[in-house]
């Protein structure tokens, strides 16, 4: 059997979003626009199986033609018949909740594959003898040919997402290293094209000289004479002495889907700002342009307060090993009024608590422009994994001077975060009561600074194409350096094209860090109702859970090339060494020995020092990442950020050691079970899997916990067929 940090277990979590209440009081037409937003972004969704893995469409494919032809407990019968045990089935179905869960082979968070926990050839009897085989014998041969052997596959490079030798990827083809990716993102900062919705493939031309196709995704193709912004982009070009092709028509099918749903629900929208940027999604989706895509998202932050609250696209880079192309996300939503209002008042406190961050004045935006804060119940979240909260739209220039919005995922933080006494690792037994009574609170608080004042905060130096700068070049001073500014983003250039590989972690560590600072501000306290000794309680456990995620990070470090997996993780880890490094006790992490004989750790906060060595540590490196942030000081970013990543065995903490006995006592992340709309009679109804007949039978613990029900009733088998035909072009 595989190692057990590249399976999932039999008894791993599955909790259910609820979003029944808030549904319930919608109106019919904001029932059909939440509906077609849905089946938009779950139609698009399935872009991310494209852009996960070579193999994950073709596994997706193999599951949709088992589960079409025989439902889970006939599946069983057929299963235990071959030879399954009744374990060995129910890794099957884990393994297939994950392919559904994780929309591909590797896990969302920390982008570690997992594999199948039961032999291969058992699953091959199981799948070749299988109804769907008796039905299509050549098609479901032809798919567990493609796929079986990378199924199970754990061959170093395949062990992990990354670039070259790295890992694997498919935002790039295989002969592609990291070289290759910084030309290409030099090349598209010089025509001021976005990676966001790219893919880079390389060959080779006869002289031996490569060649690189820059595709963009679109419902269009290189060839189509519609004129549009965009056709004049589509050429060949050379850029320092390599040949660049941009060409367009990636994802076609799936985001031709996208955009007949958005079409649909443009009917139904509140408002014309609602309709404007629908419609310029659609121009986006179809086009392949990102200049469409900001224009949506202009009139999307200008979409104050709407009941049903939405974004789609090509949103997030954390998957990209270079951390500049977007996984395709959408989400569809419900506004929970009462956390709203909290927020709320937190919107109207920000401009003051702006001014108690520890950065001058000259490093904050030059108007705070107030966004929308609401908590939302969620309906629909398509992509790879589903956070805590958001900040968006992610584009540089809409961010500095038309805003953003930002939401906290309530019904997700009411499930995804609950916490288990008897699973509880690394605490002390004192701390756990109080851990788990304050756990959820103290993370409310922290979602809404990290996401508001954390991501909503600072400015970029720039310089645009006229020449002209948006800061005053005689009077601001460098606080770190007591000189004038250096450097500075030129046009073109934003904040992932220059921080690249590091860009997503230390902006997360930025937010968080904010979020850790100002929860110390009793004014923030009482805006989420607590006083007192509340919250004293409240702060400390914010920071105690912090430092703890900082040690269970370890799990997503790769010692075997000196890698982190994930960005929030990787984050939190550096958070935890800034702490450290404060001293003075403030926390301590101790190897222990476990009542069952096992390694272990402790991690120990002193909450009489948070104060007074914790925030003066916190503050100086705040400002510093701030200020490299600010004036786009990429080497002296990477030098401050690199050296608080880097985990070594140096003593006193030995961080490798304490990996080993992170993995062993690690517990795995949950599944999230997602409601499905469908209409009835033109009318849209919430399919909630706790009160309607599901295709699982009821003896197994995956009530739908599977997105299959949703996305295989979006087109025939054919249609998603068809769309593999893409994959061929994409390199293993």
């Not at 560590?509 to 004014?523: D, F, H, K, T």
Request: proline letters at 5%; glycine letters at 8%.
């Amino acid at each position: 059997m595989a190692d057990a940090q590249y399976i999932l277990p039999n008894d791993i979590g599955v909790s259910s979003l609820d979003c029944r209440e808030a549904f319930r009081l919608l109106s019919p037409t904001e029932r059909l626009y939440a509906h077609h937003l849905s089946r938009a972004a779950w139609y698009g969704g399935l872009a991310v199986l494209l852009q996960t893995s070579p193999e994950a469409p073709y596994i997706y494919a193999l599951l949709s033609r088992l589960f079409r032809a025989q439902d889970p407990d006939q599946l069983r019968q057929h299963a235990l018949a071959e030879g399954l045990t009744e374990e060995e089935y129910q890794a099957f179905l884990v393994y297939a909740a994950g392919i559904y869960s994780n929309m591909g082979n590797y896990k969302s968070f920390g982008d570690t594959k997992f594999v199948p926990n039961l032999p291969k050839e058992k699953l091959e009897h199981v799948i070749l003898g299988s109804k769907a085989a008796q039905q299509n014998p050549a098609e479901v041969r032809s798919l567990w040919q493609t796929c079986g052997e990378l199924m199970f596959s754990l061959e170093p490079r395949l062990r992990h997402l990354g670039l070259g030798k790295e890992g694997i990827t498919t935002y790039f083809s295989g002969d592609c290293t990291m070289e290759d990716a910084k030309l290409a993102q030099d090349f598209l900062d010089s025509q001021n094209l976005s990676a966001y919705n790219t893919r880079l493939f390389k060959d080779v031309d006869q002289d031996g000289k490569p060649r690189y196709e820059v595709r963009l995704a679109s419902v269009l193709g290189t060839e189509s004479a519609l004129h549009s912004e965009m056709t004049s982009r589509l050429k060949s070009y050379e850029f320092r002495g390599n040949h660049f092709q941009v060409t367009r028509g990636d994802y076609a099918p799936i985001l031709q889907k996208v955009v007949e749903h958005l079409e649909k629900a443009k009917a139904y929208a509140a408002n014309s700002r609602q309709e404007q940027m629908l419609a310029q999604y659609i121009e986006s989706f179809t086009q392949g342009s990102i200049e469409a895509h900001k224009r949506g998202s202009r009139f999307w932050i200008q979409d104050k307060g709407p009941i049903v609250e939405s974004y789609i696209g090509f949103i997030e880079s954390y998957r990209d090993p270079f951390g500049s192309r977007g996984e395709f996300e959408g989400f569809v939503a419900m506004v929970n009024k009462a956390m709203s209002a909290k927020f709320e008042c937190l919107v109207a406190s920000a401009e003051q608590l702006l001014k108690e961050l520890p950065w001058p004045p000259a490093f904050e935006k030059d108007k705070f422009l107030s966004p929308d804060f609401t908590s939302l119940d969620v309906l629909t979240f398509s992509g790879s994994g589903i956070p805590a909260g958001i900040n968006i739209p992610n584009y540089d220039d809409l961010r500095q001077t038309e805003g953003f919005k930002n939401v906290s995922l309530g019904n997700v933080l009411a499930v995804a975060y609950a916490t288990q006494r008897e699973k509880l690792t690394f605490l002390e037994e004192d701390d756990k009561d109080l851990y788990i009574r304050w756990k959820g609170p103290s993370f409310d608080v922290q979602v809404g600074l990290h996401e508001l004042l954390g991501h909503g905060s600072g400015k970029l130096f720039v310089q645009d194409e006229k020449g002209a700068f948006n800061f005053d070049q005689e009077t601001v001073i460098n606080p770190e350096t007591g000189e004038q500014i250096q450097s500075w983003y030129r046009s073109g250039e934003t904040w992932d094209s220059k921080f690249s590989t590091i860009a997503s972690s230390y902006e997360e560590c930025r937010a968080e860090s904010v979020g850790l600072y100002l929860c110390l501000n009793p004014q923030v306290l009482e805006i989420f109702g607590f006083e007192g000794a509340d919250a004293e309680d409240v702060i400390y456990v914010n920071w105690l859970n912090m430092v703890r995620a900082g040690l269970l990070a370890l799990e997503f470090y790769t010692p075997e090339v000196s890698s982190w997996r994930q960005a929030h993780m990787q984050a939190r880890f550096v958070i935890l060494r800034v702490l450290l490094e404060a001293g003075e006790g403030l926390v301590t992490v101790t190897p222990t020995t476990g009542t069952d004989g096992r390694p272990d750790a402790r991690v120990r906060l002193d909450r009489n020092k948070i104060r007074s060595v914790g925030k003066p540590a916190l503050e100086r490196f705040l400002r510093r990442l701030q200020v490299l942030k600010s004036t786009g000081d990429v080497a002296g970013g990477r030098a401050l950020y690199e050296g608080y990543a880097a985990v070594t065995d140096a003593p006193p903490e030995c961080f490798l050691t304490l990996r080993d006995t992170v993995l062993l006592r690690k517990e795995s992340r949950k599944l999230i079970v997602q409601p499905n709309t469908r209409l009835e009679a033109t009318r849209p109804v919430r399919n909630g899997w706790t009160h309607t007949t599901t295709p699982w039978p009821t003896s197994t613990p995956f009530p739908a916990a599977w997105r299959w029900q949703i996305c295989m009733g979006m087109g025939s088998t054919s249609w998603w067929w068809g769309i593999l035909a893409q994959v061929g072009s994409i390199p293993a």
